[in-house]
């Protein structure tokens, strides 16, 4: 996808009211129920990028494929509530990432057994502040649950992409037909689910 068409699906997404921020008395306790979890939050690609990442791997025979509406880039998972994260439902501005690379994730499973996660990775500055302002401001209520030592924005195209070695350098390639650029228009919140095992927590 280039970038003019980027930009117009981007216009076409723009939030045209503010949400409200007042609490109700059910949200006010949800909130109460949230502090006894964690947090996860994401950030969501467009729409067209959704199928073409479909696209791909489909033309790509890629084992497993997540589905479309699961598509994410995990922005944090604290196995603390983070009371003062609040997820954009619609962002303001949305948010490009650029160099695109296909890479595997070595992850193991509660047996002890290795799977081969596929991914796209990317270059988005912008995300990662997002990240460490959300981690700073929220202090000591914020604990990293990701195993991984140094966060890396991605996108995970399956959870196990069989034993075959993949060939990265060639998908990377094969990826840029379909894609130069991505484009994240929306963010969610949940709470974490701290039953979890590390190696089930999402990616």
Known sequence: MKLDELILEAGANLPIAKKNDIKTSDQLANDSQQMKLGTFGALVPSTKCQQK???FMQDNNIKNPVLP???HCTLLQSTKYVPGYSAETSLARPI???NLKCAIFDKRDAEGGKRQVLVVTFNCPEIIQRRERVIRDA???YKEAATRNTYIPHITLSYDAGTDPLDVDMLTYNLSEYLDLLLFDSEYEEPLDLDRTPSNLPQ
Do not use: Q
């Open 69 to 71: 509406e699961d598509m």
């Open 139 to 141: 202090g000591d209520n």
């Open 53 to 55: 990442l479909t696209f």
């Open 96 to 98: 490009f990432a650029n």
